[in-house]
Each structure stands twice: as structure tokens, then as C-alpha cells.
């Protein structure tokens, strides 16, 4: 029963932390475009062009 006195005050203190958390990523544009970002992991680029003769081992 002690421990009750400790895990409550815990976790309700975590939660109104990751509440806090969740505004500010909110407040700080974390979750503006999520249809831009899906796209553009489903697109292929190459991200290290490579040049004449070079072959991939």
C-alpha cells in the first residue's frame, strides 16, 4: 500500500510531462505537413549520385 503513495504521484507526474511535450511540439510546428512527410518516404532518390566507372561492390 506504501508504494501506491509513490507510483501515483509518479505517473501523474509523467503524464503531465508528456502532456507538455505533446503542446509543445504542437506549438512548435512538429506536426504541419504529415502528408508531405508520408510521400516523401514512399518516393526513391538516390541520395549519392554516382559518377562514371564507379560500380557497387
Do not use: C, K, N
Amino acid at each position: 500500500m506504501s508504494a501506491l503513495l509513490v507510483l501515483i504521484p509518479v505517473s501523474l507526474v509523467m503524464g503531465l510531462v508528456g502532456l507538455a511535450a505533446f503542446f509543445w511540439a504542437i506549438r512548435h510546428g512538429q506536426f504541419d505537413d504529415p502528408e508531405g512527410d508520408a510521400s516523401r518516404v514512399l518516393t526513391y532518390e538516390d541520395p549519392v549520385p554516382q559518377t562514371e566507372g564507379e560500380t557497387d561492390v
